[in-house]
């Protein structure tokens, strides 16, 4: 995937004048070793910042080595002012973490103190409105914090990503789905842009793809791709022509931004105009590390991409859509996974999965579009049960207010027979059922949700987390009620 940043990671240790500056020193040589044993290259800036000039110089020594994301170590108590303004001109991602004590032998000239001087660099970041990441507990031995730094790296990585991406769209949302609209402010906030194009700018473009002689190449990766599940040979040269559509307005309009997400129309009138439905090619892109989302759900898109550079891995956007019959749930979970009920419900769409999260897959055509359009113009869903796993359900959202607003949520997809249609799969999310209810109903979240393939919501809360999200909500235990939950239910 090269639509995601790599991240470069600089170590400055800080020393209280006051303090041995050896001390701090030592101690970022030993953490700066266990990185490199553990997880590899980080780079060590020569200068310990004690003053102001230090701060100059090491900043200009971390961006001359080509550091993307910054760890200011306090390798004792550390200067408040030097190591804050440190975060403040280095101008990127940036993590704060301090030294343990090493023995009760050395507590007098070899006691740093950084777990007092945390607390006054927390405080003094607040001061000058400078966002950094602190780990859970940010205070540890040279072991403990290079795991910290490794935690860092999805969070750095994503702060990169939003900072130079931007979101395409075409068309407005489609009538009735005033779910997917959201005020753009916010993304602006998050340092994203956005792009919003016309229905007839794509059909333009795509009408001008016309005879390209890229075409058949696309199409014999599609039936590559496709496999034993290419059931609709007719459509896939318009499906290829689709797609290099779509990735030569990427190039022609990404500008100053390196990253780039989708948020694309399809329906009502894109299959009578197209003459096909863009699932397929939409799953193919994002399997190349470009997300995108259906019926324009620009932060579906957002959310989709988020889940693609702290996985690094291909996503898919789904509606959390129907319940669990009770006979499926009689006959293949219960007993079998541990769930209730309702913990289970379906998660689906048309046919925008790619080929590789499905456990088999066949090109078809969209089946509740066809009970209002001929079959022909619906051709181009890639549909099969959604590979069984972990998996992590998430979103962005901003309020009709431009509020920023989450959820966050583990669970598995059942190795269960769907019988059904499009994309699907049985999803099982412990207490869904609750979080239903007070989460993504109480606080008035769209039907569209994003998937990780993995347990990654200890990353995705960081990150939220660090992009100031304060309503984060999450699938929470038994026993722990939301606010508004009746106690008595």
Same mark, same amino acid.
């Given at each position: 995937?090269?639509?995601?940043?790599?991240?470069?990671?600089? +170590?400055?240790?800080?020393? &209280?004048?006051?303090?041995?500056?050896?001390?701090?020193?030592?101690?970022?040589?030993?953490?700066?070793?266990?990185?490199?044993?553990?997880?590899?290259?980080?780079?060590?800036?020569?200068?310990?910042?004690?003053?102001?000039?230090?701060?100059?110089?090491?900043?200009?020594?971390?961006?001359?080595?080509?550091?993307? !994301?910054?760890?200011?170590?306090?390798?004792?108590?550390?200067?408040?002012?030097?190591?804050?303004?440190?975060?403040?001109?280095?101008?990127?991602?940036?993590?704060?973490?301090?030294?343990?004590?090493?023995?009760?032998?050395? $507590?007098?000239?070899?006691?740093?103190?950084?777990?007092?001087?945390?607390?006054? *660099?927390?405080?003094? @970041?607040? @001061?000058?409105?400078?966002?950094?990441?602190?780990?859970?507990? %940010?205070?540890?031995?040279?072991?403990?914090?290079?795991?910290?730094?490794?935690?860092?790296?999805?969070?750095?990585?994503?702060?990169?990503?939003?900072?130079?991406?931007?979101?395409?769209?075409?068309? %407005?949302? %489609?009538?009735?789905? @005033? !779910?997917?609209?959201?005020?753009?402010? &916010?993304?602006?906030?998050?340092?994203?842009?956005?792009?919003?194009?016309?229905?007839?700018?794509?059909?333009?473009?795509?009408?001008?793809?016309?005879?390209?002689?890229?075409?058949?190449?696309? =199409?014999?990766?599609?039936?590559?791709?496709?496999?034993?599940?290419?059931?609709?040979?007719?459509?896939?040269?318009?499906?290829?022509?689709?797609?290099?559509? $779509?990735?030569?307005?990427?190039? !022609?309009?990404?500008?100053?931004?390196?990253?780039?997400?989708?948020?694309?129309?399809?329906? %009502?009138?894109?299959?009578?105009?197209?003459?096909?439905?863009?699932?397929?090619?939409?799953?193919?892109?994002?399997?190349?590390?470009?997300?995108?989302?259906?019926?324009?759900?620009?932060?579906?898109?957002?959310?989709?991409?988020?889940?693609?550079?702290?996985?690094?891995?291909?996503?898919? @956007?789904?509606?959390?859509?129907? /319940?669990?019959?009770?006979?499926?749930?009689?006959?293949?979970?219960?007993?079998?996974?541990?769930?209730?009920?309702?913990?289970?419900?379906?998660?689906?769409?048309?046919?925008?999965? *790619?080929?590789?999260?499905?456990?088999?897959?066949?090109?078809?055509?969209?089946?509740?579009?066809?009970?209002?359009?001929?079959?022909?113009?619906?051709?181009?869903?890639?549909?099969?049960?959604?590979?069984?796993?972990?998996?992590?359900?998430?979103?962005?959202?901003?309020? !009709?207010?431009?509020?920023?607003?989450?959820?966050?949520?583990?669970?598995?997809?059942?190795? =269960? *027979? /769907?019988?059904?249609?499009?994309?699907?799969?049985?999803?099982?999310?412990?207490?869904?059922?609750?979080?239903?209810?007070?989460?993504?109903?109480?606080?008035?979240?769209?039907?569209?949700?994003?998937?990780?393939?993995?347990?990654?919501?200890?990353?995705?809360?960081? +990150?939220?987390?660090?992009?100031?999200?304060?309503?984060?909500?999450?699938?929470?235990?038994?026993?722990?009620?939301?606010?508004?939950?009746?106690?008595? *239910?």
């Amino acid at each position: 995937m090269n639509n995601i940043p790599e991240i470069k990671v600089g +170590v400055v240790a800080v020393s &209280r004048d006051c303090f041995p500056m050896t001390l701090s020193e030592t101690r970022r040589k030993a953490l700066v070793a266990a990185y490199e044993k553990k997880y590899g290259e980080i780079y060590e800036c020569p200068t310990c910042v004690e003053n102001e000039l230090h701060m100059r110089r090491a900043v200009a020594e971390v961006r001359l080595a080509g550091c993307n !994301a910054l760890v200011v170590y306090l390798g004792n108590f550390g200067p408040e002012s030097s190591e804050t303004l440190l975060a403040k001109e280095f101008g990127g991602p940036v993590m704060f973490v301090a030294a343990a004590e090493e023995t009760q032998e050395d $507590l007098i000239h070899g006691r740093g103190d950084a777990y007092c001087g945390m607390l006054n *660099a927390s405080y003094n @970041l607040s @001061l000058r409105n400078i966002r950094a990441y602190i780990p859970e507990y %940010p205070v540890g031995t040279a072991e403990e914090c290079a795991d910290m730094i490794h935690e860092f790296l999805p969070v750095a990585r994503t702060e990169v990503a939003l900072e130079n991406l931007k979101i395409i769209s075409f068309g %407005p949302r %489609p009538q009735d789905f @005033l !779910a997917c609209n959201a005020p753009i402010k &916010r993304l602006y906030d998050l340092g994203v842009e956005i792009e919003e194009n016309s229905e007839l700018d794509l059909f333009e473009s795509f009408k001008n793809h016309e005879g390209d002689e890229r075409i058949p190449d696309v =199409v014999r990766e599609m039936e590559t791709d496709l496999g034993e599940g290419n059931k609709k040979p007719e459509v896939l040269a318009r499906l290829a022509q689709y797609e290099l559509t $779509l990735l030569d307005w990427v190039e !022609a309009h990404r500008g100053s931004r390196p990253y780039v997400a989708i948020a694309g129309k399809c329906w %009502p009138a894109f299959q009578t105009q197209f003459g096909f439905v863009p699932c397929y090619v939409n799953g193919r892109l994002t399997a190349k590390g470009i997300p995108v989302s259906c019926e324009v759900d620009i932060y579906g898109a957002l959310s989709e991409y988020i889940g693609t550079v702290i996985s690094r891995d291909t996503v898919t @956007l789904l509606d959390i859509n129907n /319940t669990v019959p009770a006979d499926m749930y009689e006959e293949s979970v219960k007993g079998r996974y541990g769930y209730a009920h309702k913990d289970t419900f379906m998660g689906f769409h048309c046919g925008n999965t *790619a080929s590789g999260k499905l456990v088999s897959c066949e090109m078809k055509y969209q089946l509740i579009m066809t009970r209002t359009l001929p079959e022909e113009s619906t051709q181009g869903t890639l549909e099969g049960d959604i590979v069984p796993g972990d998996i992590t359900f998430f979103r962005l959202q901003s309020t !009709a207010d431009a509020k920023l607003r989450a959820y966050v949520a583990e669970g598995e997809v059942l190795p =269960v *027979a /769907t019988r059904s249609f499009g994309g699907i799969g049985v999803f099982a999310i412990p207490e869904m059922g609750r979080f239903y209810r007070h989460v993504l109903i109480e606080k008035n979240f769209p039907h569209h949700g994003a998937v990780a393939f993995g347990h990654y919501g200890k990353a995705i809360f960081n +990150v939220f987390r660090y992009l100031g999200v304060e309503d984060i909500g999450f699938n929470q235990p038994k026993g722990m009620l939301y606010p508004g939950e009746n106690p008595f *239910a």
